[in-house]
């Protein structure tokens, strides 16, 4: 998970989580590409493969609920969305060594980067989920400066692709057109809709 370094303020907030940041119900999205699903030797594409990755995830994701919506609560970001992300990035922790991934470069459940942020808390502890959330958060401010047209909605998927390339590769309404995979935003939102089915 790559990202800019810049000073934001945190919104301590008791509203809905799918209200501040948008809602994930409403925002579009092709699931993952068929490169990402060959990771699971999967056969079909698109929102049914990332449906099936956040299932094979889901039995994990479970040991992290309370603490994904702790920071859900704390944060005013949909549990669901934090859901998606820490399934995409480490597989809810499948894939980490000692809690690290990326070549040793990205840090936790969430992937924080060690070469952009000061890494916060054990790999899977709330402190950690509260930092990528907060750099989340932070993603969507930039995106909101860039695009100040677009939807709420809209800025939320954008900030889901910068959370993955940086603001500075969000550069249309196409949001992962410089992502991993080129399906990063796509692919979590899509896994955040089937964790939201599942009461996250």
């Known amino acids: ?11 301590l ?11 994930i119900n409403k925002v579009p999205t092709s699931g993952a590409s068929c490169r990402t699903a060959k990771q699971d030797k999967l056969t079909v594409c698109g929102v049914q493969a990332s449906e099936r990755m956040a299932q094979t995830d889901l039995t994990r994701m479970n040991r992290y609920r309370s603490i994904i919506e ?7 970001m949909d549990a669901a969305l934090i859901a998606g992300i820490i399934s995409r990035e480490s597989r809810a ?11 040793g470069n990205a840090f936790g459940l969430m992937q924080v980067d060690k070469r952009f942020h000061k890494i916060s808390g054990a790999w899977n502890s709330e402190e950690h989920v509260t930092q990528g959330t907060e750099i989340l ?3 969507f401010a930039s995106i909101k400066r860039k695009f100040p047209q677009w939807s709420t909605e809209q800025h939320l998927k954008g900030a889901v692709a910068a959370y993955n390339a940086g603001p500075g590769n969000v550069i249309s309404n196409d949001v992962d057109v410089r992502t991993t995979g080129k399906d990063y935003a796509n692919d979590v939102l899509a ?3 089937f964790y939201k089915g599942r009461g996250y």
Do not use: H, T
């Open 191 to 193: 896994r955040a809709k």
């Open 137 to 139: 958060i932070g993603m």
């Open 13 to 23: 907030c008791s509203v809905s989580a799918s209200g501040q940041y948008g809602d």
């Open 93 to 103: 922790g499948n894939v980490l060594i000692n809690g690290w991934g990326d070549n």
């Open 70 to 76: 702790s920071v859900s609560r704390k944060m005013g």
């Open 1 to 11: 998970m790559f990202s800019e370094i810049f000073p934001f303020v945190v919104l």
